[in-house]
Every structure is written in C-alpha cells, then in structure tokens.
C-alpha cells in the first residue's frame, strides 16, 4: 500500500463502583429515571465540592499495573476546563501533568505479539447525558460524575487488525481484573480513534490527524478506521492533504462524518484540582494471574492450540474453569475439548464433572467379544423385531439397541454395539 | 441595654435562667432590623415570620425540661454565600437571584443542630469579590459607625449586622481579607481560622485553596465558643481531614510577639499606626517580649494572591451558565447564546474583570508564567512564616494600612482596592489563621482593629493573647450611635 | 493586552463584551499585568510551587452509595429554567 495508516486509540472505561468518582450518588445509569441519582456535587451546584472514590482510585492503578505502566505514586487531579451543557461545573476533574499511569504498553497475542505503547492511564469522571433534538437538548445529569479510566495508546498501530486486536485486549483486562464490566451496548466502553496516513517510506507523525469520537462496538471501529483509510486515501490522491478535524461515526451508514469545526484550539487551562489534596498511591503487586500469563501457560505448558488457547482466556472465569478441571485430574486436552464443545458444562462443579466421567468410562463395556455376545442374545430373545427390521421398519432397530442397553443394566458402549448390532442384522 | 446588644454568652446565660426567652431575643433583634436596616442594607433575605417560630418553638421545648443545643434560641445571620436549604442564596450577585438551595452548608447545618436561629442572608460584595461591601447587585452596605463609610469586605453584611446590633453573630468567609477587614471596620472580632478548620461545603466558593469560612462577634469569648461548634472535619471537605480538635493549646505564659517591619512602611496611616504601636506596648506590660521580625515576601504577596485567587474564581464561576438556575437569558437560539447572554447580564464588572485575568493566567503559554509561578511565590510566603515562628510565637499587625475609607473612594481604582488587601492575604497564602480585634478608634470615630497571626492551628493561643488585650480596654464596649445616623 | 487577546479570552470565558467594555478591561487588565509581573523578581529557580496549605495526601472516601445525599430528581430540577418532563432543557447545541 502506498500509505501507512497511522493509528492510536483513546479509551475510556466505566468503573465498576457503587458510587460516583467524587459523591456517593448510585453509579449506575442503565434504566433509570433522569436525573433520579443526582445530588449537589454531580450536578455542579453552587458551594458542592467533589471527595474521591478510594475503590475507582484502586481500579485503576492495578489497570495500569496490568497493562505495564510506572505509577506516578505522587498523582493528582487537575481541572480541565470547558463549556458544554452536560458539564455542569464548567470544568472537569481529570489528570494531566501526572495520571496515575504513564509509559506501560501492550503486546498484541493475536499478531505475534507486536508491542504497542499506552502513552498514559489516568482517572476522571463522566458528563450528563445530552439528547439532542432539533428543537432542544436535554440533559439527564445521573451520568455525571461516574468514575472513568482513560486508555490512551500512542499512536503506534498502522493496521484494523491492530487496532481491533488493541481493543479486545483491554476488553479482556478490563474484565478479568474485574474494574469494570465493559458492556459496550450500555456504553460502558467507548472507543475513539485517531487516525492518518503517511507515505510508506516515510517515519514520523503527519501533520495532521483526523478524531473519531463515540465508536461503541468492536464491529463499528472496524467500519471507521476502513472508511477513514479509504477517504485519506482519496483525498491525498486528489494531491491534498486531509483536514485536521474531529469527525463522528454514522452508525447506520457505517461512514464518519464531519463535525462542525471547531474555530478555537482547545485551551483546557488545566491546573490542580484546590478542592482535593495530592494522592500518594502505594500500587502492590498484583496477585492475580493476567490474560497474557494464562495465555502463556496454555500454550506453553499444556501445549493447546492457539485457538483453543485464546478462546478459553477470553473470559476469566473460563480460563480458572479450566484450571479447576485439570486440578481435579483431567487432561488439559480433555478439559479444553469439553469447555469449547459442551459450554453448558461450566455450570457444573468441575469436581462432579471429572468423577462423572470416570465412573462412565469405569463401567462402560467396550469388549467386542462381549458386546457380541450381549447383541446375540437380545436378538435371540426378541425375532419379532429382527423380523421387523429385515422387512424395513428402522424403529426397530433403536427399539433392539434399547434392549442390549437395558440387559447391559447401561454399560455397554453405545458406538460399538450400535456396530455390531448393524453387523449382525445384516448378516 | 436591648437584647439584641446581649452577647452570644451573655444571651445563652440568660436564656438559660429563664430571664429571657428566645422570642424576646428575636424580636429585639427584628426591631433593631427595624430601626437601622434601610440606612446601613446589610441583608439581601429576612426570615421574620420563621425566625419567630423557630424561637416559640425552642422556648417551649426549653420550659418543657428538653435538653437543647449549646446555641438554642440564639439569632444569627448567614453571609449570602452559604447555601442554606430552601432559603434564596444569591451570592449578592444577580445570576443567582433565585436560586434555592436544595442543601445546607456544613456550617449552616451545624448551626442549625446547636439550635441557632437564622434571622436572614446578609450582603456582601458579589461572589465574595470585594474589600468594602460596595460590589454587590443588591445595594451597597454602610458602616453603622458613620454612614458614609464602607463596613469593609466582603463580608459586609455580616459585619454591620453584627456591629448595629441586628444579630448577636453572623457567618463570613475570608479569602484575602473578608472576615478580618469587616471586623477591623465595624470594631468586631474576626477570626480568618486555619484553611481546612472549618469546612467549606455548601459555601459558594471563590478561591478554592484561599477561603476560609468563620465568624463575626462582639468578643473574643463569643468567637472562641462558636468556633467550637462550627470547626471539625467533615467528610463533604476532603481538606478538612486533620481538623480533630485542633484548636491548639497554650503552653507558656510569656509569649514573643513580633511586629513584620514590612507591614509598616510609609503607605500605613499615621493613626493605625499608633494603635497597633500602643498596643504592642500594652503587650510588653504584660510581660510579652515585642520583636521586630522580617517576613522579606510581603511586597509579592498581593500579586501572587490575586493570580491564584482570580485564576480559581474564573474556574469556580464557570457552572453559572444559564442552564440550572433561574436566571438564565433565552432570547437567542442556540446554548451559546444562553451561555454569553446569561453571563453578561447577571455577572458585575468585578466578577468579569476577575474572570478574565483568570482565564488568561491559566490559559495556554501562560500557566507556568503566571498561575505557576504564583504558586512558587506562595510558598515562598508561607517559608517567610514557617521562618519567624522559630523566632517568636505569633505576629502583631494592622488588618489594613488605612482605616475605614469613604464609600467611592477606591470602587473605581480596582488595584488600590487590591492594594488595600496587602496586609491580610498573606495569611491566606500561607493557611494560616488571622485573628482581628477591636484595638482603637480613630479621631474620626472610625474603629481600627488589632491583628494576631499565628502558625496553623493555633487559634486557641491567638484568642488567649487577643482575650488578654480585650480584657484591659474598652473597646468592643463602645457600639455605634445609631440613633444619630 | 491587546483588544484581540481580550476578545480572544472573552470567547474561552463565555463572556460577551462590548466594544467600550474590551476597551476598559484592555486597559484595566494591563495595568493588573504590569503590577504581576513584580513576581519575575522572585528567584523561585528551585521551589515547588504551593497549590494546597493542609500538607494532606489520600485523602479518600469509601466506596458507598448513600442514599440520603440524593436529591432525587424533583429537587435535582427545581432550579432549572425550563425542563421537559425529568430533564433539563436547554436551545440545541449547534
């Protein structure tokens, strides 16, 4: 290809918390009446002044201990100041000179491990909820205030793949960390692109870089980056240069689309948040097995196939499913087989499933010899049926197989008398 | 003497031995609003009708034998700055008229739950900006002393409300000046506490690292009491953390008492400078050791604060825009409009003047050499204290370099009003607390009060030595003449 | 400062100003800046800067929803200017 994509990704994440990042409001907006969960501080009132969640604070130091990060053990909130209706202070708390996360990376499993970097990790809160209309926008202020961890890569991915692989990684961190339960239908992670091209002899960063904001599937990531890739494309054939410009995501037509441009740069004015004192976190080890760990471990130990291997990590629970199952005894080719086949089998406790097994293929009478001799005496005892059977009626033949079943009190292997029995009669 | 002149403990006494009644307390103080109010307009809201209720019901709960709260049944008023639950709080600007608190201020809350009794919301300049009390949408207020002087700010109101008798205390907060100039104008006692003492939630804030809520009073003892009730941590103010029972303690008798020489240069008048030389000598009879001390930061100490403070307003006046509060202008047909048309009639020229410099001191390429380096200037203050309280034990100082001046005389230069302020922001700079007592009259008549400051968290000794000097005059003993005024 | 950069603040600010209003505050606020930039005197090669007095660290809450410091949404809004059913209502955002 004549250009290289130039790719980084921001994205933020709704913590798992019961209250807000700086109040005790209800952290949950998913069916709710407007502006129900609201009190002084979410919704900017005069003389309310924020206090800080201790648990969204843990969340994300161990978030960016998962994804390699030094921890600024020093951090500390900044305002960042901006108009727009949903935000109520005016101004949002957030992190800037110092996020709680700076200069950690991820490797892509999918794509031989390729490194991308995660420029910074950080904590803020959320906006309303505007909904707009042609006639008004209403603001439901519940949103407002829950605890947000900002994702930010540098812009190190040139390809779809990358940047959907990048994605699905954190996806995955997210949940086994378990900070945050990551539904991307009730936007609870929401994906933004930044995306160029350049020349592909070329290094450095273009001179430009097109946003795409609020991109909330997988699938829809995908559709932008390709549309993005193909319009540059065009646009630097036509022998320009792209605009710099925040553009959104049509969902139904599957395009972006060009935002009003904004005539002022962003000036945030950022400085420290007076309201609340400096952090000083103290990040532990982190004592849970990571995706890439668990990863590893299949591949490596127990030698599963790449597939099998990425299927069974996606979920942790999944993966510490399997790890049950191969404590109480089973072949890790076995367990991996059966979770992949039978998934309604992880309702099951692991310890019933492996006994289970056992005592079937304790029991199970594979001899021929045996199961031969079992056949010939049910046919023997039941002409009737052998009749029917040779005159073309197949329920017959199910109605034998019980038979060799009930006489064999269920032990015979099925497959192989089933064999047999088709042998005989057709003898 | 009426009523409404009693004291904060010499009320709770008589109350208390059923010499006077709640009701009476109240009423005394509304016929005093009565006589005095149109001429010095110290509040914006009057709960007359609710007030008196309030006082029935505390009197009948007292005659019934309940144990009621150490402020029962006594009247005070809130500077209009502190939210108080479904009582208008405008902030003395016309961008919160209206505006109805769904909650109540921490102070406000534990003055409720001591059992005071809120009379109404007093002026102050708007949004706090202000050294005189002429700033506000909702009228300029006068100093009981002489009508044709400022109370001093910002807070005003609560200043000549308390001074004229309308009250027996009211709450002010002070950012750079806006408890101890009040005091120091109307001849009242004015502790700026701690910064993080008393809690700031439910206070419309000005300047978020710089304000420090606290109160007006006749006296020292009053101060101290009340003080008491209102300070604590509070887990709404995460910078309230270390404030268990920290009032401090006195651990000596004789104290080293040290003069600032930087605050004494040719700007003071000669008048305020020799009440606070008299009362360094009264000090030394007493048996303190005076010392001059350097505190070498001071002449920065006025820029450095009005950066900090003008960047923090800008941000903290950014939520009014029109969407959540009823004023809000919605001729034009997009938010923007609601935004620039809202904000450019309900904010004054000193709030936009102020929200100006803050954007631009924070505004990109100018962070570092304005917002930032204020704040290592700051610390270059606070290092000036930390240095001399090795040296001596507190400071003796004017609030201003003037006294009361005339109403007008500085609204239109708005950096001589900055400049009155040099004395007391450094205390703010530095959290520190500033205690203002009355220390003399001028020729005029116009009260000139005294300044202790001290190290962080050491209010019980400031109010141990002011006491001492309260004692031995008879200050806060000559109230205005208002029936001349 | 110049007109432009009053006007240019002004916009960041969301305050509208009016041509005699820029004028003033142009000069206001120069003369404010000339007085500031007394602070370049101050050797300040090696300090910190000083943003809060309290020398506290972590301060933190616990992870608790407290029902009783909801509003709920008919004191949420009974401030609001204009509202449509449970929510605040303001001209469309162009």
Redesign the interface.
């Known amino acids: 290809m004549k250009y290289q994509p130039v790719i980084g990704l921001e994205i933020h994440v709704q913590l798992k918390?019961?209250?807000k990042m700086f109040?005790?409001?209800?952290?949950d907006t998913w069916q709710t009446?407007?502006?129900?969960?609201?009190?002084?501080v979410c919704?900017?009132?005069?003389?309310?002044?924020?206090?800080?969640?201790?648990?969204?604070?843990e969340q994300v130091v161990r978030m960016a201990q998962g994804l390699n990060c030094q921890i600024n053990v020093?951090s500390f909130f900044e305002?960042k100041?901006y108009?727009?209706?949903d935000l109520?202070?005016?101004?949002q708390i957030s992190q800037h000179r110092k996020p709680i996360g700076i200069n950690g990376f991820l490797e892509l499993r999918s794509l031989d491990n390729k490194r991308i970097d995660i420029l910074d990790v950080h904590l803020e809160e959320d906006t309303g909820k505007?909904?707009?209309?042609?006639?008004?926008?209403?603001?439901?202020?519940n949103k407002s205030g829950l605890p947000l961890m900002e994702i930010v890569s540098a812009p190190e991915m040139t390809s779809s793949e990358e940047a959907l692989g990048f994605s699905h990684q954190i996806y995955q961190l997210v949940r086994w960390l378990e900070v945050s339960e990551a539904d991307m239908e009730k936007g609870q992670m929401r994906l933004e692109l930044n995306i160029s091209l350049r020349k592909s002899d070329t290094a450095g960063l273009p001179s430009y870089k097109v946003e795409v904001k609020n991109i909330n599937s997988f699938k829809y990531l995908k559709q932008a980056i390709e549309f993005e890739i193909k319009r540059q494309t065009e646009i630097f054939e036509s022998g320009e240069t792209p605009k710099q410009e925040n553009r959104g995501f049509d969902d139904d037509k599957g395009v972006t689309v060009s935002q009003?441009e904004k005539e002022?740069a962003h000036?945030y004015?950022?400085?420290?948040e007076?309201?609340?004192?400096?952090?000083?976190?103290e990040p532990k080890p982190l004592v849970e097995i990571l995706p890439e760990q668990a990863f590893d471990r299949l591949l490596k130990e127990f030698k599963l196939p790449m597939a099998q291997a990425e299927q069974i990590t996606r979920e942790k629970s999944v993966y510490l499913f399997f790890e049950e199952l191969v404590k109480e005894g089973m072949g890790p080719v076995e367990a991996a087989n059966i979770i992949i086949n039978k998934p309604a089998v992880l309702q099951e406790e692991p310890r019933k499933i492996v006994e289970n097994l056992k005592v079937k293929s304790q029991s199970i009478i594979s001899n021929k010899g045996d199961l031969s001799d079992l056949v010939q005496k049910v046919l023997d005892q039941n002409p009737k049926a052998v009749g029917d059977y040779k005159g073309g009626k197949t329920d017959a033949l199910k109605f034998l197989m019980g038979q060799v079943m009930k006489e064999s009190k269920g032990q015979a292997d099925p497959q192989i008398t089933m064999r047999i029995l088709e042998e005989q009669l057709n003898k | 003497m009426d009523l409404c002149d009693l004291t904060v403990l010499q009320a709770k006494e008589r109350l208390e031995n059923k010499e006077i009644t709640a009701y009476d307390l109240v009423v005394s103080c509304l016929s005093r609003i009565g006589l005095v109010e149109d001429k010095i307009n110290a509040f914006i809201t009057l709960r007359k009708k609710e007030a008196l209720e309030e006082a029935k019901e505390i009197d009948f709960r007292r005659k019934g034998g309940e144990e009621l709260g150490p402020l029962a049944g006594i009247p005070y008023a809130a500077k209009d700055i502190f939210c108080t639950k479904d009582i208008e709080t405008t902030a003395a600007s016309k961008i919160l008229k209206g505006f109805i608190p769904p909650y109540d201020s921490t102070v406000v809350k534990r003055l409720k739950e001591a059992g005071a009794i809120l009379l109404g919301k007093t002026n102050c300049d708007a949004f706090a900006h202000g050294s005189s009390g002429e700033n506000s949408d909702y009228g300029i207020t006068r100093n009981p002393y002489n009508l044709d002087y400022v109370p001093g700010g910002s807070s005003s109101g609560s200043g000549a409300a308390v001074a004229s008798g309308e009250c027996l205390f009211a709450t002010g907060t002070d950012t750079g000046s806006s408890i101890r100039l009040p005091a120091s104008f109307c001849n009242l006692v004015g502790l700026k506490p701690t910064y993080g003492l008393v809690s700031r939630y439910g206070i419309i804030s000005m300047a978020s690292s710089l304000d420090s809520p606290g109160i007006l009073t006749q006296d020292i003892k009053d101060q101290e009491y009340i003080l008491g009730i209102i300070a604590g941590p509070d887990s709404s103010d995460a910078n309230t953390a270390l404030a268990q029972d920290k009032l401090g303690t006195v651990s000596k008798a004789h104290l080293k008492i040290g003069l600032p020489k930087e605050y004494f240069t040719e700007g003071i008048d000669p008048e305020v400078k020799e009440i606070i030389e008299r009362a360094a000598g009264f000090f030394k009879s007493f048996g303190h050791e005076i010392k001059e001390i350097s505190l070498p930061h001071t002449e920065y100490g006025i820029a450095a604060y009005y950066i900090i403070c003008h960047s923090e307003v800008s941000s903290n006046l950014s939520r009014n825009d029109g969407i959540r509060f009823p004023l809000s202008d919605r001729a034009g047909n997009d938010t923007l409009s609601i935004y620039l048309d809202t904000r450019e009639n309900g904010f004054g020229a000193e709030a936009k003047r102020r929200i100006m410099l803050g954007t631009y001191a924070l505004s990109s390429g100018y962070y570092e050499a304005y917002y930032e380096k204020a704040a290592k200037v700051r610390r270059k203050v606070a290092e000036d204290f930390g240095n001399v309280f090795k040296e001596v034990d507190i400071l003796l100082a004017p609030n201003s370099p003037t006294p009361p001046f005339k109403i007008g005389e500085k609204i239109n230069d708005p950096l001589q009003m900055y400049l009155s302020d040099v004395l007391t922001v450094p205390a703010n700079l530095a959290g520190i607390p500033g205690l203002s007592l009355p220390g003399g009259f001028t020729g005029d008549g116009l009260p000139v009060g005294l300044q202790l400051i001290g190290p962080r968290f050491s209010e019980k000794l400031l109010f141990e030595i002011g006491y001492q000097y309260e004692k031995e005059h008879e200050w806060i003993k000559k109230r205005p003449d208002l029936l001349h005024l | 400062m110049e007109e432009q950069e009053v006007s240019r603040i002004a916009g960041l600010a969301r305050i509208k100003l009016s041509l005699p209003e820029i004028k003033k505050l142009a000069q206001e606020l120069s003369s404010i800046l000339d007085f500031v930039k007394k602070l370049n005197e101050v050797d300040t090669s090696n300090v910190e800067p000083l943003f809060n007095t309290t020398s506290l660290v972590d301060v933190v809450r616990e992870d608790v929803e407290l029902k009783d410091q909801s509003l709920g949404s008919k004191k949420a809004l009974q401030n609001a200017p204009e509202k449509d059913n449970q929510y605040f209502k303001v001209k469309p955002v162009l």
Do not use: M, Q, V, W
């Open positions: 918390t019961k209250s109040c005790s409001c209800l952290a009446e407007p502006n129900s969960h609201t009190c002084p919704l900017g009132l005069p003389g309310a002044i924020p206090t800080i969640n201790r648990l969204a604070l020093d305002r100041n108009f727009y209706p109520p202070k005016g101004f505007s909904i707009h209309t042609s006639t008004a926008t209403l603001l439901d202020f009003r002022e000036d004015r950022y400085f420290p007076p309201d609340l004192p400096p952090l000083r976190l």
